[in-house]
Structure formats: C-alpha cells, structure tokens
C-alpha cells in the first residue's frame, strides 16, 4: 500500500511504515496535480502538514483514498467533516507539538522584551560603526520574571506555553469558555514535580491584566484579538501569535505597534499566509517566523511514529 507525504514525514514515520510494508513517497507534488498523482499512484493514504489542501473536490476524485492524516493539530486545511461523510477515515497528532510551539513562544517572548529581533537585524549593518548608539538603542529591557502572561487558550499548547512561564517565575492567567478549571503539572529532571491549579478569568480582565498575551486558540470565523481588544490591553504590551493567522487583526496590531499599545508582537502565523503583509514583514517591532512552531527535531519525529501507529492500526 502506498503513502504519499506531500508535505513530508519524519524519518520516524517512515521506518515504521516502510516496517509493517507500507511504501512510503515523499515528493511533493503541486496541488492541482495531486488528483491525477493520487489516482495513477493508487496511494490509499495522503499525509499532510499545513500546506497541502484536501478540499471536497479532491476527496470526490480520488475514490481510492482510504486516509488522510494531518502530522500536527489544526485541520482547516481539510475538509474533515466531508471525507469522514466518504467514509475516509481523517486523522491528526494532536500532543505531539506542544512543547516545541510553547518554546518557540517563549523564543518570541524573550527576544521581544531585549529587542533582539530589531538588533539582529541592524548589528550585521552598523554593529562596527554605531556600536554606542545601538547599544543605546537596545538598552531599556525588561525581565519576564515576575510579569504575568495571559493565555488565550488554554488547551495543550497554552497549558505547555504556561508550564515554561511558572518555570520562569512570570504570574498566569488564562482565558477559555470551555475550561473552567485546569491544573498544569510540571516536571523536572530528577522525577520532581509540581503541580498548580487555576481557574479561567474573564477575556476582559485577561486582557487588562496582562503584560503579555499568547494565543493558543484554533482558527475561528471572528478575531479573538482586535481593535477593541487592544484598547484594553496594558500600554507596552507584548503579544504572540503561534495560533493560526486569522485569530488576530494584523491591521489592528499594526495600528497598536504605532501608537505604542502594544511594544512588541512574535508571529509565528500570518492572516495571509504563505504570503505575509509587507506592513507585518517589515516592521520593527514584530518578531517573525515562518510558521515553525512545530518544526523541531523531536516534534516532527513523534509526529512521525504517532502518525505510523494510526496507520498501522487503521489500514493493516
Ligand atoms: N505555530 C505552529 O506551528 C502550530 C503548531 C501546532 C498547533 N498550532 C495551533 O495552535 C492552536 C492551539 O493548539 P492546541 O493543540 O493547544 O489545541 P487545543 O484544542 O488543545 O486547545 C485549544 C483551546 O482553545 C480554546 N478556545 C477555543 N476558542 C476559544 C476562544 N475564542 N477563546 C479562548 N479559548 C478558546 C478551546 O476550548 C481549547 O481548550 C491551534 O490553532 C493550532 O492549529 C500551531
């Protein structure tokens, strides 16, 4: 049986598939091609990350398909509802990256509060000749220490993104209609563990309680973050977004980064991904990745051997 990744699989994946008898093909092929690729490949099951669409039309047209399987969380990128409708069976690797997003959150965090983004990107040009006047220019941080972090969100990725926050001492709230308590455990090298019990607040007072705010919340018709919601937020706020592009109004944040609302944002997603506003790109305050939350070694290898597992179980 074959597999075909279209957005690729981690060596993992592959020796445990390529292990129960599963051909396992890594090329990625260009959307509009996929149908035809799918049918004269006979491929029952298609593995896909954030950039592969699998959309109505191309589950009507591939009658072989048995699975498609989404190595990560979100799932916008298929029409989940619809291919189970065909019978397909449609599955994702929820767990397996929430540490390493948590972590390339707190790589924007800490970054934003030392203006590391900014300095980055102006040492390479004038780091021989304005030593001084940039170390001016990026004196003035703060610690994180001691702060409170907001979550909005507080399912795997923002239960992860606090664990690190307590581990350095930052104050949390959480924000999530759904979870009215929760408690995070967190544990150390030597089998220690503590464990901390907390209760959803408000959106609002989240918000004006804050002096960062991350979102961990999945994609959804309306902003959770907009023009309103920045009014509200402290003066010097800093802000993350490892969620999806469209949970945040990026004109909003711009016009928050201008009148010096909001000091710094890290995006990690964009609203119009893969081809991200100039206006966001170039601007001084905001800290950017191309949507590497999950790109880790060790996220993308148990991405990898959770994926094989479903597979083996589901077709074998
Ligand atoms: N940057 C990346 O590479 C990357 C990688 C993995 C996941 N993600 C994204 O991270 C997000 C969170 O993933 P997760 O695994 O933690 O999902 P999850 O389902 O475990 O948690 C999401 C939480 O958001 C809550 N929620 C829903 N709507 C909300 C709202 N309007 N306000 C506040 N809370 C709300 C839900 O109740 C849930 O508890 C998803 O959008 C996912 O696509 C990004």
Redesign the pocket.
């Known amino acids: 049986m074959k597999i075909l990744a279209n957005d690729g699989i981690a060596q993992s994946g592959i020796d445990a598939l390529e292990k129960s008898g599963f051909e396992v093909i890594t090329t990625t092929v260009a959307q509009e091609q996929l149908q035809n690729y799918i049918n004269e490949n006979q491929i029952v099951a298609l593995l896909v990350r954030?950039a592969t669409k699998v959309r109505k039309d191309l589950i009507d047209s591939c009658p072989g398909l048995k699975l498609i399987g989404r190595g990560?969380?979100?799932?916008?990128n298929i029409d989940v509802a619809y291919a189970r409708e065909k019978g397909l069976h449609v599955i994702n690797t929820?767990?397996a990256?929430?540490e390493?997003?948590a972590e390339?959150v707190f790589a924007h965090l800490f970054g934003g509060v030392r203006f590391l983004h900014d300095s980055n990107r102006n040492m390479p040009l004038d780091g021989d000749s304005k030593f001084k006047q940039l170390k001016k220019t990026y004196a003035g941080g703060t610690e994180l220490r001691g702060k409170t972090l907001g979550v909005?969100?507080?399912?795997?990725?923002?239960?992860?993104t606090a664990k690190v926050a307590l581990g350095i001492g930052m104050k949390v709230l959480?924000?999530?209609?759904?979870?009215e308590k929760s408690s995070v455990e967190i544990s150390f090298f030597d089998g220690q563990s503590v464990s901390f019990d907390f209760e959803s607040q408000s959106?609002a007072s989240v918000i004006a309680s804050s002096d960062f705010i991350t979102?961990?919340?999945?994609?959804?018709k309306?902003y959770?973050i907009g023009k309103n919601e920045f009014e509200a937020m402290k003066e010097g706020v800093g802000i993350v977004n490892?969620?999806?592009g469209g949970?945040l109004d990026e004109v909003a944040l711009i016009e928050a980064l201008e009148n010096g609302k909001v000091a710094f944002a890290g995006l990690?997603?964009f609203e119009s991904e893969p081809s991200p506003e100039i206006k966001i790109l170039m601007h001084p305050n905001i800290s950017l990745?191309p949507?590497?939350?999950?790109?880790t070694g060790e996220?993308q290898d148990r991405i990898g051997t959770e994926l094989a597992t479903q597979i083996k179980a589901l077709l074998k």
């Open positions: 954030s990560g969380v979100g799932m916008d929820p767990a990256s929430s390493s997003v390339l909005i969100g507080f399912g795997r990725i923002g239960r992860a959480y924000f999530d209609p759904f979870i959106k979102l961990h919340v999945p994609a959804q309306e959770v490892a969620a999806r949970v990690d997603v990745t949507h590497i939350g999950a790109a996220a």
